[in-house]
Nanobody, 129 residues
């Protein structure tokens, strides 16, 4: 199982970016994805999660109303649309999955990084004028 995150870059405050997390190495459409970020000098924090069924999503208070997650099962990809970006959103963003949830039509939306055992390589988002 592999994940590859992409879509990061430099954006001005108030701008938008769309991150993508491409999954591979397994069959089936059901897999859960968690999005995390780590800012310079800070610990990694959870941003969002989507359950393996896709029916449950969750967003952290700092991004609620600005970020939204969606999935394209045909491409085996989960996207994180980030709007109204702020300088404090600057971080390396990671997507992660829990191999135990793969293939299960589930409703678990895990917020702890300990629940995930496969991680993408991270993509840098810089919000600056």
């Amino acid at each position: 199982v592999q994940l590859q995150a992409s879509g990061g870059g430099l954006v001005q405050p108030g701008g938008s970016l769309r991150l993508s997390c491409a999954a591979s190495g397994f069959t089936g459409d059901y897999y859960a994805i968690g999005w995390f970020r780590q800012a310079p000098g800070k610990e990694r924090e959870v941003v969002s999660c989507i359950s393996s069924s896709g029916s449950i999503t969750w967003y952290g208070d700092s991004v609620k109303g600005r970020f939204s997650s969606s999935r394209d099962d045909a491409k085996k990809m989960v996207s994180l649309q980030m709007n109204s970006l702020k300088p404090e959103d600057t971080a390396v963003y990671y997507c992660a999955t829990d191999r135990r949830q793969i293939g299960l039509y589930g409703y678990k939306c895990a917020k702890s990084q300990d629940e995930y055992d496969v991680w993408g390589q991270g993509t840098l988002v810089t919000v600056s004028s």
